[in-house]
Structure formats: C-alpha cells, structure tokens
C-alpha cells in the first residue's frame, strides 16, 4: 500500500553524523519537524535550527516554502473551488518576500502566466454558468502576479507576446470586472516602465483612444491607473513620439474628460491621483522645450509671417500699399508704428526680439494663441497701450516675451525632466514646490500700472499691488494652448514616482479648470 501523499522520505544530514533518511508529515507544523530531527540527533534548543536544502541554490526551507509548495500543486487542481482557494490564498500570501521567492523557484510566475495566456479560454466556457468564479478566479491570479513582480525578482523581459495581448485584451474590453481591469493595468504600466520592448509591444495593443473611456467611469482607483498607463507610455515614447501623443490627447478633449469625470467630480481627488495629474501635466509641459530653446530666425519667412498675423489682427492691416518705389518708406514707416505700439523692443525688425532663449518662439507662440483665440482682448490691451505715454505704457510684446519667460522658470519648464530620485533613478519626482493658477485667461484689470511693468523689467514684485500681481495684471496675455493645462495644485516634493509604484505626498490639492 503506498505512503499517503502528505508523507514524504528526505535524507537529512548533521555534520560529524551519519546521514538519516526520514519521514516527514508535511501536515505537520516545521517547527515540530525540526525537533524530531534534532531529537534523533540529541541536539538541544531545537528552535535554533533550520533546514536548508543540500543542492545548489542552498535555500532555508521555512513554513512559507512548504506553503509555497502546497499551493502551486494546490492551483493545478482540477476542481475549481479547490483552484480558487488556492488563488485567494496565494494572492494573499504573495505580498510576502520569503514565500514569493519560494513560489517563484517553482516556477510559480510561468504557472500563472500560462493560466492567464491558455487557461481562461477554457475556464470562459464554463463562464455562463460559473461567471462569478470565473471573475474571481481571474482577478486573483493577477493579483498574485502582480504582488510576486512587485518583489523585483524576475525581469519583465521574460513575458512572451501572447501574455501582453492577453493583457491588452481585458482593458480593451468594454465591459470586464473592475477588479481585473485594475489589475491588468496595473500590469500595463509595469512592463511599460520596466522594460523598453514591452514597451513597443504595449503601445502596439494599447492605444489613448481606448483608454479614455476608463476616464469616463466612476471608479477613481481605475481612473488613476490608466492616467499612470498614459504617463508611463509618455515617458517611455521617443521624443518625436511624445508631440503625435500630446496632439491625440488634445484630440481626444482628454483636458475636458479630467476636468468633467475627474478634478470635478463629486469626491475627493486621494493623493495618488493628483500625483498622476501632476506628472501628466508635467510630461505634457516639457514638450515646450523645443520651442522654448528655438531661437526665431529673422530670415524665415513663415516664422515672419506670425508676427505680421499679430499685426494684422491687431489693427486690421489687410490692405497694404502698392509696392512702389514712393510707397517703400512709407509701408516701413507704417510698420515701424505698428511695432511699436504692439510693445516690440527693435521696431524695425521684431524678429529680434525672439532670440533670447528662453523663452525663444513659445513666447511668440503664446501671443499668437491669444491673439487668435481671445481676439477682442487682444486689441484692446494693444490699443489701451498704445494711446497711453511712455511712462504709463504696459507694451503687449515686451510683457508677453518676459512674462513667458518667467513662467517657464516658474512651470521648470524642460527642468523637471532632470531631477531623479536619488533611490530609485525615477524622472519627474524631487520636483520644487510651485502655485500656479489655470488657465490663463481670465479678465484684465482695466488698469495696468506702470509700476508692474517696471516690475517685469526689474524682475521684482509690483509694490502697489502684492507678490504675484504681475500675473494677475497680464494673465491674459499669455495664453498656453488648452491641452498643457489641468490642475491649479500645490505640491510638495514628492518621495518617489509611479516608476516605484510608493506614495506620494502632495498637499492636499485643491483642484479647479
């Protein structure tokens, strides 16, 4: 009659003493274990012994391994509550470094990723009729696998393609269990942020269109992991990558789908949301770098043509004279006039004002936006300006060009990039804390003082109206596009970045369009 299969023969060794071949009750606790071992050996305070294995890897074999072993038997069960018992416990018991060590020399990670890859087709036969077990079944195994690669132990290159589109396929699915989107996201952003391939691979399943229905929802958990999906496939992408991103995004009125079932929802913004609004935010303001280090080049002719639309618009230039050899001087003087009220330091060729960098053309970029977007308050900050005297004047283009670069110092503009966590080599964490009020387009006062402007000059603060009055006297002169601005936040320099996947500790945010 063979030995039940709890029972199991193991040669143990003792050095100096003749090895022993033993029977060991795994049903029983390891501590009693070891005291029989210990006792056939008159050894004393058996609790400060352990067994270890003899093979190479020379592994303590504790309660957790035994228990490791158990249940990776357990989750091959042919009965299925006896498999989602197994699940709930390993889920569970993942969390825990020693066990998850023990399950993953099992094999454990190949076990669960061949469950997800081939086993749930099979398990969504039975899914009409067992469809709660099945969800249940599901979320646990990605609960476990997330909770084992949490530990750093195997690397996110191993995962063959089959498991991503698996993947992909439970976020692309219009209705899933939550609890499984969750996890599959989670999921997402891990292999996005951890390895490159899996990157390509990803963003060949996954793209923004499908992830911003999640947005839509109620449930904020699943609105912050595909937010940290969107920023880990923007950190990840290739420069040239990044603008075709930020363009689909504005396409997609991600902008309005935050403000709508996000900031402005009936529920408090937790810390790890604004965490991801703020790296969002981030990501998406550092595509002004270019343009903020673009010196303008007074010889190209469209990057001329930009500041003649500003001039068009402002004085409503559409008919020019004849070109002729009397109207020459006259059409230059005309211009030189209309430079100089538009508030340009070089009258006669206002290209030159634009090869200061920063901020290079986005100052020339934010005065078209406005011009072109809030076209009545353009004309009359121009013209208010223009009639006033010298000592009273606030010129739009010196404003706009200074008033630029001083957010783009404010917003760390192409900066923020280069700090990293010092324990975990993550971008965009150790950020300084900053205040900035979105968007920037609200109403001017009727009245701007020649003291704010001598304050743009200077670098100071208005003494007649507080610190930050320059903002207030200009916001609407400076314009970013609509799809650069969220949050109206204040942040502290957080502890670490979704890379890491730890906490975060914002302000408490208050979170406004």
């Known amino acids: 009659m063979p030995p039940p299969a709890d029972i ?20 029983k606790p390891l501590s009693a274990i070891i005291k029989e071992v210990c006792d056939g050996w008159s050894l004393a305070n058996h609790e400060y012994f352990a067994l270890q294995h003899a093979d190479s890897s020379n592994f303590y074999i504790t309660e957790k391994a035994q228990n490791a072993q158990q249940l990776h038997e357990r989750i091959q069960s042919s009965s299925m509550d006896a498999k989602l018992e197994a699940l709930k416990d390993l889920a569970s018991l993942s969390r825990d470094v020693t066990f998850a060590q023990e399950f993953i020399n099992l094999d454990g990670i190949s076990l669960l990723t061949q469950m997800v890859e081939s086993g749930t087709e099979r398990y969504q036969k039975l899914q009409k009729i067992m469809k709660p077990c099945f969800g249940d079944m599901l979320s646990f195994t990605l609960t476990a696998f997330v909770e084992l690669m949490d530990h750093g132990i195997v690397s996110w290159d191993t995962f063959s393609v089959a498991f991503i589109k698996k993947i992909a396929s439970f976020v692309n699915k219009s ?32 793209t923004i269109g499908q992830l911003i229905p999640h947005l839509q929802g109620t449930d904020q958990e699943i609105q912050t992991y595909t937010i940290a999906v969107i920023n880990a496939l923007f950190l990840k992408a290739p420069d040239e990558r990044r603008q075709e991103m930020a363009n689909i995004l504005a396409q997609k009125q991600l902008r309005y789908i935050i403000l709508t079932h996000v900031i402005r929802a009936q529920r408090a913004i ?38 003649f639309e500003l001039r068009r618009i402002a004085f409503d230039a559409e008919s020019e004279p004849n070109n002729s050899s009397g109207s020459v001087e006259k059409r230059k003087s005309m211009y030189t006039r209309d430079y100089k009220k538009l508030g340009f330091i070089n009258h006669v060729n206002p290209a030159m004002d634009f090869t200061q960098t920063p901020p290079g053309m986005l100052a020339l970029d934010n005065m078209l936006y406005f011009a072109k977007h809030h076209q009545d308050a353009y004309i009359r900050i121009v013209l208010e300006n223009s009639s006033r005297e010298d000592k009273h004047e606030c010129p739009f283009g010196r404003s706009s060009i200074e008033l630029t670069k001083m957010l783009c110092e404010i917003l760390k503009v192409g900066e923020l990039r280069k700090y990293t966590c010092s324990q975990h080599g993550c971008e965009a964490c150790q950020a300084p804390s ?28 208005c003494p007649s109206l507080g610190h930050g009055s320059l903002f207030h006297c200009f916001k609407a002169t400076l314009t970013f596009p609509s799809q650069y601005l969220l949050t109206y936040t204040v942040l502290r320099p957080c502890l670490c970045c979704p890379a890491c996947q730890c906490h975060h500790r914002p302000l408490a945010p208050s979170l406004t369009g």
Do not use: C
Request: net charge negative.
């Open 8 to 27: 199991v023969k193991v040669a143990i060794e003792w050095p100096g003493a003749f090895p022993k071949l033993m029977e060991i009750d795994q049903k």
């Open 175 to 206: 209705a899933i269990d939550i609890s499984i989107l969750q996890r599959s996201l989670a999921i997402l952003e891990s292999m996005v942020l951890n390895s490159h391939d899996l990157y390509q691979k990803v963003a060949q399943e996954i």
């Open 270 to 307: 937790n810390n790890e949301m604004a965490h991801q609004l703020y790296v969002l935010q981030v990501l998406t303001f550092n595509l002004l770098e270019d343009r903020m280090m673009t010196k303008m080049d007074p010889q190209d002719q469209a990057q001329r043509d930009i500041i």
């Open 434 to 461: 900053f205040q900035v009020e979105f968007p920037l387009t609200q109403s001017i006062p009727k009245v701007p003082t020649a003291l704010a402007w001598r304050s743009v000059i200077s670098g100071g603060d």
